[in-house]
Each structure stands twice: as structure tokens, then as C-alpha cells.
């Protein structure tokens, strides 16, 4: 059994499933006294896991994390209230014993539309409508201050440097941040433009859950899927900072039964992520240049023919990550066959989905392909791998282009080294 951390009571891989971890049953979170109840008896394993929490968290900064750790509110702080945020936000809420949670807003419009929608955030879920009201709420404005102890970061990719630079100041090495989004490459991009000496101790999550928006702060749960959610290794660096940091903001994610989260390791949740990016980079701008539903695309030859031509250019670069070196499982998790397979059932299961770049683009907003195809062509160049036919289907997408079926070949391969194949329409 893989043993996480120095407290073997603390927290242990459980056997059933390889990379999947599980934390030990019954540790409880203490509120400081005049903010929240506090809950139950302190147990011995509660004086451990603390005891340890603050070596670990003085081993590199002294006074000013006892400080924070000993003033620990447990409250949880969201930034992006779109469809993802209103989940986790309103999952989190409902839960049996909810954390303080505060959701940040960006725009005086937002604090006006929350108002408007009662205050309160409504999930539909299979017909059944649910509401949470037990948030404070915070307009984010220049000079604030107020150490942000957890935070969850579900804007968008492409809003994220700017979103986060607004409330960096108030993050130290002991805030844990939680990164829920589609594409990859925002940690890398906080991190280098944060100007943060240093930084915060990072978590990623992996959301399949399909989730629309009825209006502000309204969305359906339309597919109940799942979350893993894992430590996030930053390029360059073999592994977390601080095994124990960050626990909190895990177990109160894996605690909410509408979330369906598991925690995973930091190798694990870096193979997921690269199979969700491959999953993002075939459906999402696919869509958008056949104007057509995720279920619609495969069932003509063309395009999946097409896709064979960019999952081998991202299977070759995946393939090459340095982030994967050392893994034997690279070759066969990474290969066209299984990336095709995983595409596929993805497809079948959203059949009906119109995929988040769709609506991106039918909502007249900037799509996130620099960071999924994007991301397999800048990883591809720093390899020496080329990737033409992603950066074709980027280009298309940017263009606003609408290709027809009988025109992929044409778009992708005018000098005609396709086969014959493209050119048909079934
Ligand atoms: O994640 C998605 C998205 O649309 O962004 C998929 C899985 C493709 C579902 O539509």
C-alpha cells in the first residue's frame, strides 16, 4: 500500500483502484472560535495532523505560517462564477457541514446580477431544483486585503492571469489553490507572470460533469460525470511542494456527494489531464468548425479520418513530455489507438452536448484553443515535433471558418498526399 505523506494514519492509498487515493475517515476541521461551531473533539489524529501541518508549513517560512495556520478559517474562496463555479460553489454549500464560503466577483455588474437572482445559486439537477444562499460575497477592487486561505479558481483559461493578479497579493505559501478548467498551461502562466517570491501550494481538477447555464447564477447539471483532483507538478519540478498542505481544500471537494470527486496522485492526475486535453483538442474545435454536435462528428469518415491525422500529432507529442519521462505507461495510454477509443466513448456519451467552444463561438466569445490545440503545438515546438494539422484546425477555428465535409481535404492537405477518403461525405 502507497503511503502519502509521514502520517501513516493520516492518509492512505486505498488498493482498489492505482492512483486513486483515499483519505482516512473522520478528520474534522476546526473553524477559529467566534467564526464557525466548532465540530465535535479535537482527537489525538486532529493534534497530529495539525502538529504536522505546521512542521511542514515551518520547515519554509517561520513565524508567518504560524500565523496563518493558527488562525485557519476553513473558509473557501471562488473566483468565476460561470457554470463550474456555481457547482462546486453550490455542491460545497449544501453539503452536511458546509465550509464558509465567499464567492469573488470582478464586475459591479456581477454584485448587480446577484442581487437580481435572490442572492442565491440554483442547480438544476435531473428535473430537481436546488438553491444555496449561505455565501458571502466580495467585489474584488484594488488595495484589498484579507489572507485567502483556499481558493478555487474556475474562470476561464483565457481570463485567468488577469483574474488572479487582482488577488495575489493576498495568497501566501499556505493558501491552497484549486485550478478547475478546461486546456492546460494556466499554473505554468500564474506562476511566471505572478511575480509571486513565493507561491501557493497548487491543486488541479479534472471535471467531466456537463453543466449549462439557464441565466446568472442558474445552471443545469446536465451530465453527472466526475471530478479527480490531485497536487499539481509544476514543469521542472519532480514533485508537490508539501505533501500535507492543501488537505482541507481536497477532502471538503471529495465530501460533496454532487461533485463525485476522488482524489488522485500527481502522476495520475498529469495522465488524466493529458487524455481530458486530447479529448478537448478533437471535440471541442471539430465542432465548431463542422457546426455540429459532439455526437454528430464521428459518424462521417472525413472527420474521423481527420482526427486520426491530429491524435497522431498529439500522441507523438504527449509522448515526448518530459513531464512523462519516467513513465512505462507512457507509450500504450498515449497511443492513437487509446486516444481514439477515449475520444470516441466521450463523443457517444455527450452525443447531445454542444460542446463549451461551440457555445463560445455562437455567443460571439474568444474560445480557449490556445490552450488545448494550442498547448499540443507549443509543446510539440519546444519537442521539434511539428504539428500541421493542428495548427490548421486552430487557424479555422480563429477564422471563424465553417468547413464543409466534403471540403476537409482540401482545408487540411490541398497538395493531395490524403487519401481519396477525405474527399467523400459520409
Ligand atoms: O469538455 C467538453 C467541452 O465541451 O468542453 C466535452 C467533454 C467535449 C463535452 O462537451
Redesign the pocket.
Known sequence: MDVIGSDEGFRRAVPHQEGILETAPSVQYHSCPGTRARSNNITSLDRKRTAIILNDSLRGIGRVTFRAMSTSSGRIHLLGVGNLGRLFAHELAIQHNPPPITLLFHRQDLLDEWGKAGKKIEITAAGVVSSSSNYDVELVQPGQDGFIENLIVATKTLNTVKAFSSIKHRLTLNSSVLFTQ?GMGTIEEVTSSSGLPMRPHYLQSIT?H?VYSLGPFRSVHAGFANIAIGRAVLPGQPSPRGQLACQYLIDKIVSSPGLAAKEVTPKELVRLQLEKLV??AM??PLTVIFDCK?GELFNRRPIFHLMGLLLAEASQVIQSLPELGADPEAASRFSVEKLETIVLD?AEK?AK?T???LQDVRAGRPTEIDYINGYIVKKGKEQGIECKTNEKLIQLVKEGEVVGVQDVKSEFEPEGRLPAIFSSSV
Open positions: 478546461n467531466s456537463g479529448v478537448n471535440i471541442n459532439n466521450v455527450t452536448n460542446s463549451s467552444m
